[in-house]
């Protein structure tokens, strides 16, 4: 996997656009309120408003638990032959990816996207074993149902429902996929990872990959995330044990939802310079080009 797949933003680039388009539209807002000095106008404050809004990595170690067959033992379950001969050449650990989200006041976002690249890369580079949620849990998640998620014998995902609640995914239509992998309390024999996993962002699409490799990626579209101050991904990744160290290089970044955009500059937009001006031609190039994150 190469940065290119992903399509990371610049962020630099992107808070100096952010700032062009800032000072121009703030000067055109001026110019038709008869150019003087007044409070912010719709344009500028819809842009401040994201230059102010932010995202940021929590610390990964907060929730780095190592995962041993002994560990699995004390929780009654077995592993399977062939995950017990994995451990006897890797190590291997859960992470819970925490993103802090400070999305200011009347900003709509349209994608959250985060990527993960671990490291050193070569013979004994580490692997993302599982990737948690995956996109085939997408129609679980827009349930809006309380999850836990464990791991099995074969160290797969399976997710836990309240009984009360197991009506709402056994009428998904893909329900015959999953169902094998979903259980109420005591039915799935499973060592817990995450205890109430909630993704109730309302109606989103999600993509995630990455397993069986060193880099790993999520992309929440439409996510209803203005009261949603941390969203949680869960990383089961594998260290062969010659490693004594990784590198872990993370970008995470919100894109704004450029209708939204375009509504707020509808005075100004025909004023605008020609290259910002154009960026709007594309709302994927635009809200790329205006994305907010960090790496």
Same mark, same amino acid.
């Given at each position: 996997?190469?940065?290119?797949?992903?399509?990371?933003?610049?962020?630099?680039? =992107?808070?100096?656009?952010?700032?062009?388009?800032?000072?121009?539209?703030?000067?055109?807002?001026?110019?038709?309120?008869?150019?003087?000095?007044?409070?912010?106008?719709?344009? =500028?404050?819809?842009?401040?408003?994201?230059?102010?809004?932010?995202?940021?990595?929590?610390?990964?170690?907060?929730?780095?638990?190592?995962?041993?067959?002994?560990?699995?033992?004390?929780? @009654?379950?077995?592993?399977?032959?062939?995950?017990?001969?994995?451990?006897?050449?890797?190590?291997?650990?859960?992470?819970?990816?925490?993103?802090?989200?400070? /999305?200011?006041?009347?900003?709509?976002?349209?994608?959250?996207?985060?990527?993960?690249?671990?490291?050193?890369?070569?013979?004994?580079?580490?692997?993302?074993?599982?990737?948690?949620?995956?996109?085939?849990?997408?129609?679980?998640?827009?349930? @809006?149902?309380?999850?836990?998620?464990?791991?099995?014998?074969?160290?797969?995902?399976?997710?836990?429902?309240?009984?009360?609640?197991?009506?709402?995914?056994?009428?998904? /239509?893909?329900?015959?996929?999953?169902?094998?992998?979903? @259980?109420?309390?005591?039915?799935?024999?499973?060592?817990?990872?995450?205890?109430?996993?909630?993704?109730?962002? @309302?109606?989103?699409?999600?993509?995630?990959?990455?397993?069986?490799?060193?880099?790993?990626?999520?992309?929440?579209?439409?996510?209803?995330?203005?009261?949603?101050?941390?969203?949680?991904?869960?990383?089961?990744?594998?260290?062969?044990?010659?490693?004594?160290?990784?590198?872990?290089?993370?970008?995470?970044?919100?894109?704004?939802?450029?209708?939204?955009?375009?509504?707020?500059?509808?005075?100004?937009?025909?004023?605008?310079?020609?290259?910002?001006?154009?960026?709007?031609?594309?709302?994927?190039?635009?809200?790329?080009?205006? =994305?907010?994150?960090?790496?």
């Amino acid at each position: 996997m190469t940065n290119h797949k992903f399509n990371l933003p610049n962020f630099e680039k =992107a808070e100096d656009l952010l700032n062009d388009l800032f000072k121009e539209v703030k000067s055109q807002e001026s110019e038709l309120a008869g150019g003087e000095a007044q409070e912010l106008k719709r344009g =500028a404050t819809a842009i401040q408003r994201l230059k102010e809004t932010t995202v940021k990595f929590g610390n990964p170690r907060s929730k780095l638990i190592p995962l041993t067959e002994k560990g699995f033992e004390a929780k @009654g379950v077995e592993l399977n032959y062939e995950i017990k001969q994995l451990m006897k050449q890797f190590d291997f650990y859960s992470m819970v990816v925490s993103i802090d989200l400070k /999305p200011q006041p009347s900003v709509l976002i349209s994608r959250l996207e985060c990527q993960l690249d671990f490291g050193p890369q070569g013979k004994d580079e580490p692997i993302v074993h599982r990737i948690i949620p995956d996109s085939k849990w997408q129609t679980v998640l827009k349930t @809006g149902v309380n999850l836990n998620l464990g791991l099995d014998v074969n160290l797969e995902v399976g997710v836990e429902v309240d009984a009360s609640e197991l009506t709402k995914i056994a009428n998904l /239509p893909d329900y015959d996929k999953l169902k094998a992998n979903i @259980g109420t309390k005591d039915e799935l024999k499973t060592f817990i990872v995450l205890d109430s996993l909630n993704y109730k962002f @309302g109606k989103f699409n999600l993509l995630a990959q990455g397993e069986d490799n060193s880099q790993c990626y999520w992309r929440i579209e439409e996510p209803e995330i203005q009261d949603k101050s941390t969203v949680e991904f869960d990383i089961i990744f594998k260290v062969p044990k010659t490693r004594e160290y990784i590198d872990l290089i993370g970008n995470v970044w919100i894109e704004p939802k450029i209708d939204w955009l375009n509504g707020e500059l509808i005075d100004v937009m025909s004023t605008l310079p020609g290259h910002l001006k154009n960026l709007f031609g594309s709302k994927d190039k635009a809200a790329k080009s205006f =994305a907010v994150g960090i790496k």
